[in-house]
């Protein structure tokens, strides 16, 4: 019998080649979207549909989350010391909580697949999450495929989003700064 394991989705381009990867590792793949962080709305629901779109076409079941708590987000970012941990640690527990509802023992984040993102932080958010409900996160080095996501996405016609989501990130992109959890 093939493992179960939770994928949390950060957008559908980085989950195409994570979905290939972990198909070949024989797993059997439950979709996560929650990613309240991404601003504005609209970009939100762009790359929400964007999953929704391509999710069907390769037969990946999805649970998502489209709440959209503008105010607690923006809160929760300027809390923490890093915003990326608090960002990170936000999207990981939510994952590990819908896995354990699940009886999904095993979790993992398709945010593994970007040069872009800092795997340290990635995968202390994952743990601490996993602890929290005594199941398992898989931290996966997906790097080696990111062209491949890349390739992937742009044969099915995805849109690509030109910065990671939230509205510092936005500003950060065009200003040519790096976000605190970027590397
Ligand atoms: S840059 Fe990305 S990981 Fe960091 S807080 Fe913004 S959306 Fe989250």
Redesign the pocket.
């Known amino acids: 019998m093939k493992e179960k394991i939770l994928l949390h989705i950060c957008c559908a381009p980085c989950a195409t080649a994570v979905l290939e990867n972990l198909r070949a590792d024989g797993y059997e793949v439950t979709g996560c979207f929650y990613n309240p ?2 601003h504005p709305w609209k970009e939100f629901k762009r790359r929400l549909d964007a999953l929704k779109e391509w999710a069907p076409s390769v037969k990946l079941p999805v649970i998502y989350h489209e709440e959209y708590p503008l105010e607690d987000n923006i809160k929760m ?1 300027l809390n923490g010391d890093n ?2 941990f ?3 640690s936000d999207r990981m527990k939510k994952t590990a909580e819908l896995a354990s509802e699940m009886g999904i023992e095993l979790f993992t984040s398709t945010l593994s697949v970007s040069p872009y ?1 800092n795997h340290k932080l990635l995968k202390e958010a994952g743990k601490i999450a996993a602890a929290q409900y005594d199941i398992l996160f898989a931290y996966m080095d997906f790097r080696s495929s990111y062209k491949r996501s890349i390739e992937l996405s742009r044969s099915f016609g995805m849109y690509r989003q030109p910065y ?3 509205v ?2 936005e500003r ?1 992109r065009y200003l040519k700064v790096k ?4 590397i």
């Not at 976000?179 to 970027?182: F, M, R």
């Open positions: 962080s991404i970012l915003r990326c608090s960002c990170f993102q990671c989501g939230c510092f990130s950060d976000s605190p959890g970027q």
